[in-house]
């Protein structure tokens, strides 16, 4: 497809679109799907066909629209006509059963029970530019993605510009990596971009092997083409040819859509060899991973995608300068690649005016814990902590206070209530001992112990350490072996002596970042909560009363001596 | 192919406050050992590739915040290493604990008592009593070799056996199976290494450890003393590059 064509496309998907007086949209991604929604798309195929509506009625499955936890989600959105204005209608919680009233329903009033308010904060405070079109469009049809522009930024930048201007516009967005580390990323694309190598590659990390973690899942099975449209920019911009996206073996939605996904762009001409008619070719292949949080870490990931053991070794040298089979190798996050496209169409200018201090843009975060509103939110960078776990998130259940808020899972901290005031930044998050991460966000409240905290992420990188190296394999295993004892009611203060010193110990001397990180969810818990676990040590008291055995409720403030 | 070849230059660079001159393609543990600077090792084997594992050659090099393996990072021109100081000792001494901690080095039953480098190492920095507790796990020895056997409690994963086996011998007999603490020494693909069909009883792996965890069979206590292959200078005479 040349750019005219491909305007053309989406001139022609819009007037198909504009054919129909309603739109329905059931979302198809893995949370509703477990509710079956699958079986709810088929209801309404069949009810719109039953009543004779197929040509006014158009059912389409799209991605994530972000509210998990209300699903199944399922949209109408329906064209003014000459009594009404255009109207968009969100349901929550829509059953097999209620499909008939549904569909009864178009252009009459809307079914109340079922009726999503998205005038509510969840909503109106988020800003999407990574899933703007997740819960949109039909992630498994070309067609509405390039309704909404997609591929225009992609042909636009091989016409219109040289990789080195496209380097620059990454450079001036202020764009930082988004797959943890916050490393800029206009900064890595022109180390590769100058790196000298007969080949290059580009690669998409999409591991995504933080608990509890699914922001990478969505936008790769919500919107395919646009992390591929973000590789291939990428790929144009450092001079590679080819592309591979690291998916777990886990996500084998995530994996069947891409790998259509890359079947459809390459037969419009989109990916593949001659790009838009240009003489810039690039090819994008899937590749597994066997689902270990280090295969992750780029270095580990290179190895695995080469078919060697998943373990890291020392950098330098960087994949930028040797990385897949020794070549230059440009790796990114899912979200990074995701916002490539609407910079390069938008300007990096209009994408470094959103954020605040050394933060652009926006981040994608996976809300969960003690709060009303779960699911996948994706927030301006700077906006408070406050504001997404309280008017985002609905606050803590009643009857209950939030107490800590933890981010960048087993490699990040707690921040306590006291500073939820503090702006999203990466900076700021580092300042409070903790990490921007790749969006794992949860709320605590009062009846999480933070010691328990500590303990089940010291487990998970107990469990996922590669065992290459001495200190994080036995380290990890001592340290989680300490905080089971405090849990119990069994330690000494020698023994929170030598945790605190191994976790000097580990977090210096490791081999790679899962290593130098595990020790940051203790750091941080003893740095904010302390007096926690001096009650389980000195006063074999559990204040939140989640260690069985111990003792539960408040020690009074006297008692606790350090 | 695509990594860059370049011709090796003459650099000078200070380790602990002495000014030396060593080839832009050694590493720093190299040219330490080569100028007699104590830094202790037991992943690093000379010939052999370097994989940074154990971390107990970590060095400060100014203006570095991180901590780095000498034997990972090849010396550059006015470079600073320091490779004695009270926080490395304390990690080193740390490090060789948790290896004592994590399976059975029983030292006064061992075959190689009096000639192991896990040995020598906590005796020279010092480590006198062990203050982790002991994970005993329950690991086999596998004896099914005509002529040599394997003990996996006094293996500490370093890897030299799998990369003489892979790099020198070219039998690639040995690998890892499993992560993080249930790591384990494999032969073939799991099969007793007695049954290896790779296997070609050339001893590299053997002579090449650093504990008594590979053995040669009727070696009673402390008489396992390892014949160090000289690996470099057989790669120097193979590719007579007369360096
Ligand atoms: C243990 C470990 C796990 C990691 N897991 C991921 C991951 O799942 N996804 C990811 O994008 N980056 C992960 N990273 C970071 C990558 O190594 C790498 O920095 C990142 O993919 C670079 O992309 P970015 O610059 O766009 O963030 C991990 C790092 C470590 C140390
Ligand atoms: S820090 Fe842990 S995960 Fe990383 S190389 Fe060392 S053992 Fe492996
Ligand atoms: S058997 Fe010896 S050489 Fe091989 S990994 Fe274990 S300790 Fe190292
Ligand atoms: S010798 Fe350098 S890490 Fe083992």
Known sequence: MTPEELTLAAEKEENGSRAFEHIVGVCTSTACLA???????????????????????????????????????VYVESQADAEKAAETRTYAHVSNEAVPALVDSLGAAPVADLACDTAQPFFTRQHKIVLEHSGVVDPERLEDSIQVGGYQALLNALTTMNPADVVDTIMRSGLRGRGGGGFPTGLKWSTVAKAVGDRKYVICNGDEG???????????????????????????????????????????????????????????????????????????????????????????????????????????????????????????????????????????????????????????????????????????????????????????????????????????GCIPEAYLDRPVEYETLVQLGSIMGSGGLIAMDDTSCMVDVARYFMEFCMTESCGKCIPCRVGTVEMHALLTKICEGQATMTDLEQLEELCDVVRSTSLCGLGQTAPSPVISTLRYFREEYLAHIEHKTCPAGVCSGLKSGAVKAKEVVA | MSPTMTEATVVTLKIDDREISARSDQTVLEVAWENDVFVPALCHYEGLGDVGACRLCLVEIKGSPKLTPACAIKVVQDMEVITLSERLQKYRRSIIELLFAERNHICSVCVSNGHCELQWLAQKLG???????????????????ERFALDHNRCILCARCVRACDEVEGAHVWDLLGRGVDTRLISDLGTPWGESETCTTCGKCVHICPTGALFEKGKSVAEMVHARPRFAAMARVRNNSGR
């Open chain 1, 35 to 73: 509710s079956h929604s699958d079986k709810i798309k088929k209801e309404f195929d069949a009810q719109v066909k039953a009543k004779g509506l197929t040509k006014s009625v158009r059912v389409k499955a799209v991605g994530c629209c972000g509210l998990c936890a209300e699903g199944p989600m």
């Open chain 1, 210 to 412: 933080d608990p509890g973690a699914f922001m990478d899942r969505s936008v790769m099975e919500s919107d395919p083409h646009r992390v591929l449209e973000g590789m291939a920019i990428a790929g144009y911009a450092v001079g590679a040819t080819e592309g591979f996206v690291y998916v777990r073996a886990e996500y084998p939605l995530a994996v069947k859509r891409l790998k259509l996904a890359i079947k459809q762009a390459e037969r419009a001409g989109l990916l593949g060899a001659n790009i838009g008619g240009t003489h810039f070719s690039f090819k994008i292949d899937v590749r597994l991973g066997a689902g270990a949080f280090v295969c992750g870490e780029e270095t580990a990931l290179i190895a695995s995608i080469e078919g060697r053991r998943g373990s890291p070794r020392p950098r330098p040298p960087y994949p930028a300068a040797s990385g897949l089979w020794g070549f230059p190798t440009l790796i990114n996050n899912v979200e990074t690649f995701a916002n490539i496209a609407p910079i390069v169409k938008n300007g990096a200018e209009w994408y470094a005016a959103l954020g605040s201090g050394k933060s652009q843009g926006t981040k994608v975060f996976a809300l969960t814990g003690k709060v009303k509103n779960t699911g996948l939110i994706e927030v301006p960078m700077g906006i408070t902590l406050r504001e997404i776990v309280y008017d985002i998130g609905g606050g803590p259940f009643d009857g209950h206070t939030i107490k800590a808020v933890q981010t960048g899972g087993p490699s990040g």
């Open chain 2, 127 to 145: 480590v006198d009593h062990i203050r982790y507790p002991y994970l005993y796990p329950k690991v086999s020895v596998d004896a099914s070799h």
